[in-house]
């Protein structure tokens, strides 16, 4: 409880209990540490800082005693992260490297040398921050990048304050690029201190970020996280102390629920425009930092300064994008929007262009992506984009933490971005470009989002996982909540939470319609893929249909198809880059049988309007198909409320002789099942057939009278 009541701006998690039961295994309780320091935010951002520890352990070869550095392996997470994620590495090999290397200039080749240093041959690949830790002589040692530490680094005179703030016990080490020649520098910064009888307990990198340390893997938790507070109290107690926050308040946004309407109808089109050269995946933040952020006097001067931080740079690119628009703005003419918001987008790619082009070397990879990540919208928050809603999410948590960094130090003293240079060293660093050229091919449906109604169950379930297993987000909607819900944790723990959203939707309701499509626009910033499934059916002869059953039954197939359409419509149509509406109508649509007349006839709509679909919007290269299945017995809802005995007794057999009957009458003598509905489904969209519309596709195992002619 004591150590707790010492912390307000960070949180003390350690477990005394845990703890012990870990004692006697180093790396197990650096494990520990690592994940508590990973799971505060205000600490370090996803996938930031590293950890590590020196053990002593026994040489597999000879059986000698040799020193060990346990270290976060490259492109991992320290708040999730396993034994399985790390490098170990002989330090005695590691610190012989100084040897042979042979200058800053040839320091990206010692990175390769990394690997003839290593113990466990099981380890992760070491990365960049590796002679860092190896080169400071401390058994735990925490580099992290909080918030408030990196807001004092990044300050015009952030080494005066670092010297006035810890009296000379927390080193500093102007900024330079992570490396082996960095950990020379930190080693130095060490012994210069030393050599004035001056023990450090950590050293601040300039524009960076933070190295602390300690003999036991508490006394080094204890440590970062005293060290973090200290900058947290320091920055808390001069915040609107000389000036208000960030200049002051610049503009009064509207109300949450009209910030939500605006960013729903807009990111459309911001999609569409920052798509040029491959699809994005958008997110959406309204969070009450971006808003001081964005509605303050202080946003024009910040905003074109980029980031400080080298992780933070990575994923929110050389500088965000502040949109000309009135948070009020009249959006409902998007051409209108697009035209106005054009010009933006267009410096901005030249801006970037010209970035490129002055700081470029002769071995430089090409030019990436012109289009901004980070898109600030005044008044109403935050857009990012990016090739996945993972990374897009976590771009805009970075640039939250570039934002606390810049409140900071414009508290203390005045905020100091990367150099150009600087930044783009680090943009474009060979070793980066390697790490993504490693990275695995996209799948066939990356970057896309589908729509699918009636997707808790049956069919449009099958087709939802088929789309989120080939790279898709996929919008989950029923209008059965309990359903849905259920569905909706099963794709979360199969997909993770950035693949799936769930809505309540009921086809029959353009307003409900509407709320799903707003909620796919700021969930992902758009829809790629509408699939028209939600139905329901019914079996009956003629004389006993009721005007009732007629009215369900085309309010649900014909008429929902019609308003789900019309309303995605509207968003792809925003977005310009064309798109796929899949309608599952039925064999039924073109096959006639007894007792069918409301659910035939229907179906034969849903065909047709498939159809005028096709022509009405392929100048917009929105392709429209159909999957005709039939019999899928299976999952399916369609088997509810009657349509099984109906069917039953219309041919003469028993509800449990149906499946062998409906494979019996078929070509193949195949069952139908919910999967091979969401096979034919991807064949539509998955990428080989982008200049097919207005098609048919028959999934019924061969029914000849199904047979387009």
């Known amino acids: 409880m004591q150590a707790t009541s010492r912390f307000n701006h960070v949180h003390y998690l350690w477990d005394e209990a845990k703890a012990n039961s870990l004692a006697g295994d180093e790396v197990a309780l650096f494990l520990y540490r690592s994940n508590l320091l990973g799971a505060d935010l205000r600490l370090t951002n996803y996938g930031g800082g590293n950890t590590s520890v020196k053990i002593r352990d026994k040489d597999p070869l000879t059986g000698n005693p040799v020193e060990v550095m346990w270290i976060k392996g490259s492109g991992g997470d320290i708040g999730t992260l396993k034994k399985s994620g790390c490098a170990a590495l002989y330090m005695d090999r590691l610190l012989a490297l100084e040897k042979v290397y042979r200058g800053i200039q040839y320091e990206d080749e010692m990175v390769a040398l990394f690997n003839h240093c290593i113990f466990d041959l099981e380890s992760k690949a070491p990365s960049i921050d590796t002679p860092l830790h190896g080169f400071l002589p401390f058994k735990h040692i925490d580099h992290l ?21 810890f009296k000379g016990e927390i080193g500093w080490a102007e900024w330079q690029r992570p490396g082996f020649d960095l950990g020379l520098k930190l080693r130095a910064c060490l012994d210069e201190n030393r050599a004035k009888g001056i023990q450090l307990k950590g050293i601040m990198l300039g524009s960076h970020g933070l190295f602390t340390w300690g003999e036991t893997s508490y006394e080094s938790y204890v440590n970062t996280l005293e060290v973090v507070e200290t900058c947290a109290r320091y920055l808390s107690a001069h915040y609107g102390k000389t000036r208000p926050v960030f200049g002051g308040i610049k503009i009064t946004g509207p109300d949450k629920t009209q910030r939500e309407k605006q960013a729903a109808a807009l990111a459309p089109v911001l999609r569409g425009l920052c798509s040029s050269e491959r699809p994005m995946i958008g997110h959406f933040t309204d969070d009450e930092r971006v ?49 106005k918001l054009l010009p933006s987008y267009e410096e901005y790619r030249k801006l970037y262009k010209a970035y490129y082009d002055q700081c470029k070397h002769p071995d430089s990879p090409a030019m990436r992506d012109p289009n901004p990540v980070v898109l600030l919208y005044p008044g109403v928050g935050m857009f990012t984009f990016a ?48 790490k993504l050229q490693r990275l695995p091919k996209p799948k066939a449906l990356s970057g896309k989002i589908a729509l699918i109604t009636g997707s808790a169950g049956g069919i449009g379930k099958a087709i939802a996982k088929k789309f989120a297993s080939e790279g898709a987000c996929v919008v989950l909607n029923d209008i059965h909540e309990e359903r849905l819900a259920e569905a909706h944790g099963e794709f979360v723990s199969a997909f993770g939470k950035d693949a799936v959203r769930a809505t309540v939707l009921n086809v029959m309701d353009a307003s409900s319609i509407q709320e799903a499509f707003d909620r796919a626009c700021l969930a992902f910033g758009g829809v790629d893929i509408i699939v028209n499934n939600a139905g329901i059916s019914l079996s009956k002869p003629l004389t006993e249909h009721t005007e009732e059953d007629w009215d369900k039954i085309y309010d649900i197939l014909v008429k929902g198809q019609f308003l789900v359409s019309k309303a995605g419509v509207t968003v792809l149509k925003k977005q310009a880059m064309g798109g796929d509406i899949i309608n599952i109508v039925s064999k039924n649509a073109v096959v006639s049988g007894p007792n069918n007349a409301a659910y035939g006839s229907a179906k034969s709509a849903q065909g047709h309007l498939t159809r005028l ?34 069917r039953a007794k219309a041919y003469g057999v028993t509800v449990e002789e149906l499946p062998a009957y409906y494979a019996k009458r078929t070509l193949l003598n195949e069952i139908i099942l919910p999967e091979d509905i969401a096979n034919a489904a991807f064949a539509f969209v998955g990428g080989l057939l982008n200049k097919s519309t207005g098609n048919a596709l028959n999934v019924d195992g061969g029914v000849a009278m199904g047979f387009y002619r």
């Open 387 to 434: 090739k996945d809603k993972t990374t897009a999410r976590l771009a805009s948590e970075y640039y939250i933490n570039a934002i606390n960094v810049m409140k900071g130090a414009e508290a203390v003293s005045s905020y100091t971005a990367l150099p150009r240079q600087e930044a783009f060293n680090i943009e474009y660093w060979l070793l980066e470009e390697a």
């Open 291 to 339: 808003l001081e952020f964005v509605n303050s006097f202080d946003l024009d001067k910040l905003a074109p300064l980029g980031t400080s931080c080298p992780d933070h740079f990575l994923r929110t690119k050389i500088s965000p994008l502040v949109l000309r628009l009135d948070p009020a703005e009249d959006l409902g003419d998007a051409v209108a929007v697009k035209e």
């Open 145 to 165: 990048h909080p918030d408030a530490a990196i807001a004092i680094a990044a300050a015009e005179d952030g080494r005066r304050i670092t010297e006035d703030l």
């Open 613 to 646: 679909l096709a022509a009405e919007l392929g100048p917009d290269k929105i392709r429209v198909n159909m999957v005709n299945p039939d019999a899928v017995i299976a999952g399916s809802n369609i088997w509810a409320g009657g349509w099984a005995e109906g």
